[in-house]
């Protein structure tokens, strides 16, 4: 079984092209979606329920109102491994379409083949950012190649802050069997690298494939908010010395 964990906040545009396109990849698997949605106030759930009518084998976890990022990860996680065996494949895309869904097919093969981890990767040869903002660049380009790389330093790990990841979800259950709440702390945008960082420390085996994150292909408002995620980072960073 492959998992989808989108979580969403008021991607009503976006979501219906997102779940097709994941459907005609993943056509003859058996997959579903777990959709997290973090208090929209638009029509985001009302989509998914009419994609769910046609066929589309989607289930919502519905926050009434916004949670942030870490809690929308461990109530979508958490939702994906009440019924996963541990070989199954979990993976985390965003809501937007910047998670090309072309890419699940090497995302879920690389677990299947004995990686642990699969990242889709803006720092591979092949990969790219058209239309992300310079100044978002430049921050991520610092935080994933410099900062994480050194104070961490996940081996065969360049992007520790995108999103879309396959997980084997024998290990994302070791790690709230370890973890607990705890394995995501951070309320917002860290999560992410928090996550793979702690689940990196159980031993994880890690690989990448190269994302072309086409920013300009994002249908929603961002919510990340620079500053504040600069800080988390900075308490995240703190609390893995």
């Not at 998992?3 to 545009?13: A, H, K």
């Not at 024998?170 to 928090?194: K, Q, S």
């Not at 689940?199 to 085996?205: K, M, N, S, V, W």
Request: charged residues 25%.
């Amino acid at each position: 079984m492959i998992s989808l964990v989108i979580p969403t906040l008021n991607e009503e545009r976006a979501i219906g092209p997102l779940l097709r396109a994941c459907a005609a990849v993943l056509r003859g698997e058996a997959w579903r979606v777990i959709h997290v949605d973090d208090g929209s106030t638009d029509q985001t759930v009302a989509r998914v329920d009419e994609l769910r009518a046609e066929g589309i084998p989607a289930v919502t976890v519905r926050h009434e109102v916004n949670r942030g990022i870490g809690q929308s990860f461990r109530d979508g996680l958490t939702r994906a491994l009440e019924d996963a065996s541990d070989h199954d494949v979990v993976v985390i895309m965003e809501g937007d379409m910047t998670s090309d869904p072309a890419l699940l097919p090497a995302l879920v093969g690389a677990i299947r083949d004995g990686h642990d981890i699969a990242i889709a990767s803006r720092y591979r040869p092949g990969s790219g950012q058209p239309g992300f903002p310079l100044r978002r660049r430049l921050i991520s380009w610092v935080l994933n190649r410099i900062v994480l790389r050194l104070w961490v330093g996940l081996p065969e790990v360049r992007d520790y802050s995108i999103f879309y990841r396959a997980h084997r979800a024998g290990l994302l259950r070791r790690g709230f069997e370890v973890w607990g709440e705890r394995l995501m702390t951070c309320p917002g945008f860290g999560a992410n690298a928090e996550l793979l960082c702690k689940l990196g420390g159980l031993g994880a085996r890690c690989t990448e494939v190269p994302l072309v994150y086409n920013y300009a292909l994002c249908e929603g408002r961002s919510s990340l908010r620079i500053g504040r995620t600069i800080r988390e980072y900075l308490r995240l960073l703190s609390a893995l010395r």
